[in-house]
């Protein structure tokens, strides 16, 4: 995107000109890879390239929002033209645009490396499979008035599908999911958590209905809290139960949990959000009192956004929207984690979750478990649900965490209002009392 | 870059075996919430190409047709395995006249005040996202295909908040209105949707009769539909009666368009005749592998993806209707499924369903009072062969595609 940054702030400024309001430009460059995998064979290669540029005013309970395919000089001006346009403020004068010259595509230059080391390590540890794997780049601008232009560039890996693995009653089909920004060590990571996937286990049995207590480990409380806190906090959630409860005691004291967009090894991590704006780390809960809510430019209060201004892509306003959820660690290790537990149900990984905001009703759709019986691990167990009320399961914590912070690779994408972006998290063990399993049908 | 130097780079490439998809999207949407009014304008365009290239193959999709020309190399260098290309088809077909699309209607306070009415106050709209657009697609391939139509749509999704002293339940339903907005019947579901649950009363029957809502019903069809994909089908679909006798299930797009995603002409397709399976949805490659001719269920949920085959307007129909009072009145004991609570859950292998539900409890064909939740689990193969009467009132649903179900009467079910 070679953008006159100068030339749109001028043709920003009579759209913002009291304080309050807000005025910018979006540019989105998509490149992802998307290779479909199958008992080892590619199957099918997609490559896929977009561009679209939004143009945005808000201004009091106000806001019109332009979206156009493009990039260029012409796709800047026409979205800014047409904001004006919806905005009943005087035209943009026409001018021939500069020609759009679009770059050519060596956005994959890991692509061929990816598709040789990749059927390496599935033929390894899980040779049957169906996996879709997919390499996304993403380069995002934000001009907005009177602040300084922002630029920021991910790229995110993901492989996601089932494999068949051998289990000591036979061959059973896993769900197996990762997702992480691209980098170095990021194959070697894949390898040891597919390897761990595909390990022997014993024939799972159904898992128990009814209340338990329950140890959420390998990281995936990162996703628990991300439904009790991340979304009842983000800005615009009016009907929140939590709206009304500034610094109120929610759970135990040894618990910090922070929301943190410039946790870049995390797949929600960003250097500057959607508005522009530097995210900085918010408290959701500060020992054990509840901290602050995720803002984007549109909700900020006196200290401005906190950086949550997010977006799926060009096409999408930005909402307040959280990104990585990390908790900070206690002192236990598993063992002892488990001796607190006594019987209840060890949890490592989540495949799906949701709260409804107005009840803070959530649920949390786990694919396996196992049975801890006398502080020891048991029985394999089948998928279920977990389910509770938000305020009572941050009340259910137990004062003791465990000292080692995991990220958890298997969780990926939030959806809300439509809109799908990358999020991430990083826990330690957490032990909750007392919530509400369900097995699967 | 025009379409046509795609076309000739294509047949470079991959003479014979390539087809270049276009679409053109114009779009205008009102949000309307308590803090916030938004009105947002879209111009989308979007071009995607399908090519066996090395007798494997390929696809590529972009903005527009530059990038997609630069797209063609990836996309065309991966050691991807090959795989026999479809049966192309070949017609034409003109495009249709270009037109401006109006702004949506703004239905929001008489909406609010519907909804207020069918609570009794106890439920607020607490947001309504109206869109109204106008896309335009234009597929050309190989064998000398070059078709091109029109869709129009009014679709949305709307906030309901329900609260009752401390309880408080939240419920978005997504909506598409065919012709003019029919607020009432929305304005009831969403009423339901949002204040049942708040009555905290469980389900007094722990078995019996089953009403479902068209709502419930098009949800149920949704979640089965995958059966209509599969190669091989589970065993409990094969063994016999896949539904009750009263039951047919028919995909019937032709409403909606001329032509699938892939330009196969438009069918009515019958898949389940009277309780048993004859009948799959085909794209061009399902219809290749399977030797059987492709019937127009090549879809493309967006053109950054392969059509794939799949449903596109798909409903339940029966010989025998049953007027919707006559189905209230022949329930002795049971409950009606006014709406869901949860996503229908099924295990098509397993032939496990689990539905979980609000409503309300009908004794002596006469509504009771109201069930907050309730839940359904079982074999799918049993709650299909079970539907006793169906009703007339079909109602369609956007699940994406519509999904249509009428009120559906099943006997001998339990609940938790």
Redesign the interface.
Known sequence: MNWDEAAIQRWLEPLAGRGGEIAEVFGETLTE?V?EWRDG????????????TSARRRAG??????????TGDAAVR?AVR?LRA?SSSEPLPIRAPRP?E?S??DA?PD??RW?RRLPAILSRHAPRHAFTFRLRETERRVVADGRRASACVRRLVSLEGRFTAASRAGDEERPFAFHAPASEGVADELKTLLAAAASPRDRAVPAPAGQTDVILAGGCAAVFFHEVLGHPLEA?A??S?LRGLPDARVAVSDLDVSDDARRLDLFGGYESDDEGTSPRAVRLVASGLLGSRLTDR?HAAAPGSTGHGRRAGA?D?PLPRGSNVVVAPGSADPDEMLRRLGNGLWIEEFDGGSV????GSF?LRFPRARRVRRGRLSDELSGGVLAGELLSALGAIEPVLGREVRACRSFGWCAR??QVVPVGGAAPEVLLRRLVVRP?? | MTAEDLARELGRRAPGQWELYRKTAESRETESSRGLQRAAWRREEGWAARWWEAGAPRFAAASSPEALALALDPAGRLPVLQAPAPDWPSRTAPGPAEAAVAPPPDVFADLARAVAAASRGEAILGGLSLRSGRAEERIVNAAGLDVAQEHRALDGVALCVGRRGSRAREVRLPFRWDGVPDLDPFARRLADAATLPLSDRPAPFSSGQWLLDPAVGAALLTAIAPLFLADRPPRWVLRGQAASRLVSIVDDASRDASFDGEGVPTRRTLLVDEGQLVGRLYDLDAAKRAGAPPNGHGVRPSFRVPPRSGPRRLFFETSSPSAPAALLSSVTKGLFASALTAPVRVDLAADRYEIEFTGVSVVAGRAGGPVAGARSTGRLSELLRRIASVSTDTQFFPSPYPAGSPTLLVERASFE
Not at chain 1, 356 to 359: L, Q
Request: proline share 8%.
């Open positions: 890879l290779l064979s590619l199957r099918e290669a997609r490559v896929r390239r977009e561009e679209g309970g106000a806001e019109q929002f332009v979206f156009v395919t493009g026409e047409a919806e759009a679009p050519d595509i994959f692509a061929e598709s615009d009016e009907a139960p549109g096409s306003p409804e905001i107005a009840s649920r209002a439509g699967a049908p």
